[in-house]
C-alpha cells in the first residue's frame, strides 16, 4: 500500500469515528457527567497513543478544547470535543498498529 493510500485511509478513519462520535452526543444536552467520561476515555486513548509515540497535536488540540468548554459550563461543546479527541487518539492508535507492521512490508522483501 503507497503512503498515499495509508493517508487517505486515515483521513477517512478519522472522518468516521468523528462524525460517529459527534453523533452520539447530539440527541440530549450534555450534562458535566458525560463531559467528565468523555474526557477521560479521550485522555486514556491518547495515553495508549503516547505509549505508542504517536499521539497528534491536533488531539491535545482537541483536549484542551474540552476543558475550556467545561470550564465555562458549555458541556454540549465540551462533550464533543472530548469524544472528537478520543476519535483522533484512536485513530493514531490505529496508524501506529498500522504502520508498525507495514514498513515491514515496503522494507523487507
Do not use: C, H, P
Not at 4 to 15: A, C, G, R
Not at 79 to 95: D, R
Amino acid at each position: 500500500m503507497t503512503n498515499v493510500t495509508t493517508t487517505n485511509v486515515m483521513k477517512k478513519i478519522v472522518f468516521a469515528m468523528m462524525v460517529s462520535a459527534v453523533g452520539a452526543g447530539s440527541a440530549r444536552a450534555a450534562s458535566e457527567a458525560d463531559y467528565v467520561a468523555a474526557f477521560a476515555a479521550a485522555e486514556s486513548a491518547n495515553k495508549e497513543a503516547g505509549r505508542l509515540r504517536n499521539q497528534w497535536t491536533v488531539t491535545q488540540a482537541a483536549l484542551t478544547a474540552a476543558k475550556k468548554a467545561a470550564d465555562s459550563g458549555n458541556f454540549d461543546s465540551a462533550l464533543t470535543s472530548a469524544q472528537e479527541a478520543e476519535a483522533l487518539a484512536k485513530a493514531s492508535i490505529a496508524q501506529a498498529t498500522s504502520e508498525k507492521q507495514r514498513w515491514k512490508d515496503l522494507e523487507i522483501r
